[in-house]
């Protein structure tokens, strides 16, 4: 038998041999795991997702196999949570089960583990978030300081749509620019002018990398991240800019560092520097400049793309809803009136417009998968044995449009939130950041920018579409990790 064909013949008989380990592997990994579709030998359930659109694949088949599921990302199984009661039993009634962060392999190839948001390190998370939180209030997230930079931040705005003199542009840019520089006084103590070349290329940076994340390219590096990371493709771009990033917050922490008073600390990563100081002796330390630059990254990164990608979608669907708008406008001018700034105490007395503000949330549906969790611990959930490590999703759009919770689950309509009265009514499957014990570090601060930018811009303008609104389209340009509005143009027309 010459060489070749004892190569044959040895592929011929490993070939399948490999295959059949692998499916047995498989078989035993999900003995006892929730129901799913049937997973290929390295493919996994590659086949039941179609392109693209993750999100609408995982939810279809939760009407096959039910509220809780197991689905095959290459060969790592996942377990797909969908409906308010179970994704609240992951985040609140059962947390501690389901507290470690999961995978995201697009973004855990560059922070490798560090930082507040991305690790699955427990001991680490618990000391970042601790301390996160401490210094985060320390320089005013939630309070009246901050209240008053995103005030100032907001009348820049106002003064930078003025300019354009009602001509039609897309609004993503010129509103990002507002809502990261709220994010650079917190975090490194400045803003910037809105033509600096910094300010545009963190912007840019931010933009695109969770695009291709949420995108076709993305979905594939979650399912295949061992082979992917070696193919050419779009996804490749995800580090490229995620490495800009990460050096840029280094280059800007090396700075404060030249300037830092460990007396008179004034801004976030002021505050970690002296952490950092303090425990420089401690080898086993969190605070240490790795996880400096990751944590500011990430607590950065999320801030902006949350509260900028919801200001976008929220004009769009004004501008396709005009009798909201109105209805929105007439009540700023019967609680605020033109002479006078917009503050958050003015929302107590609006609650239209409070729940206009809550159901865009809701309807812009911005994470739809959630953020994956991990199990710290071998559970027991619904009958079912799930090992410790496992990932899961919690679909956070099964209950921003769960039909138990929600009257109009699939439309834009207010009264989601309103009474009968035409009263501002909560709901406690409102979690359109999720909940729970590793729930956004910023939700405070991204509600209050919403309100206090939003209402600035509506108090001086009316919007104004160069299409029909019946042409404007407020379903979502890709639904994978996030949710986008489709690009469109608006003209803002002095009131």
Known sequence: MSFSEAVSLFLTLAVPCLILVMSLKLLWKSRNLPPGPTPLPLLGNFLQIRKGDLVKSLMKLSEKYGEVFTIYLGSRPVIVVTGYKSVKEVYVDRSDDFLARGEIPSFDFCYKNY????????????????????????????????????????????????????????????????????????????????????????????????????????????????????????????????????????????????????????????????????????????????????????IFFGGVETTNTTLTYSLLILLKYPDILANVHKEIDQVIGQDRNPNMQDKNQMPFTDAVIHEIQRFADMLPMGVPRKTTRDIKYRGYSIPKHTNVFPMLTSVLKDPTCFPYPDEFNPKNFLD??????????????ATGKRTCLGEALVRMELFLFLISILQKFNLKSPVPQEELDITPDVSGLGNFPKPYKIAFVPR
């Open 420 to 433: 009968e009265n035409g009263e501002f009514k909560m709901n406690d499957a409102f979690m359109p950041l």
């Open 115 to 298: 930082g507040i948001a991305f690790t699955s390190n427990m001991e680490r998370w618990r000391e970042l978030r601790i301390f996160s939180l401490s210094a985060l209030r320390d320089f005013g997230m939630g309070k009246r300081n901050t209240e008053e930079h995103i005030q100032e931040e907001a009348q820049y705005l106002v003064t930078e749509l003025k300019k354009a003199k009602e001509s039609f542009f897309d609004p993503r840019r010129c509103l990002s620019k507002a809502s990261c520089n709220v994010l650079f006084t917190l975090m490194f103590g400045n803003r910037h002018d809105y033509e600096d070349e910094e300010l545009l290329d963190v912007l840019s940076n931010i933009y695109e990398s969770f695009v291709i994340i949420s995108s076709f390219w993305g979905q594939m590096y979650e399912m295949f991240p061992t082979i992917m990371r070696y193919i050419p493709g779009r996804h490749q771009k995800i580090f490229y800019y995620l490495r800009k990033l990460l050096l840029f917050v280094e280059k800007r922490a090396e700075m404060n560092k030249k300037t830092l008073d460990p007396i008179n600390p004034r801004n976030y990563v002021d505050a970690f520097l002296i952490k950092m100081e303090k425990e420089k002796m401690n080898p086993k330390s969190e605070f240490h400049l790795t996880n400096l630059v990751n944590s500011t990254l990430q």
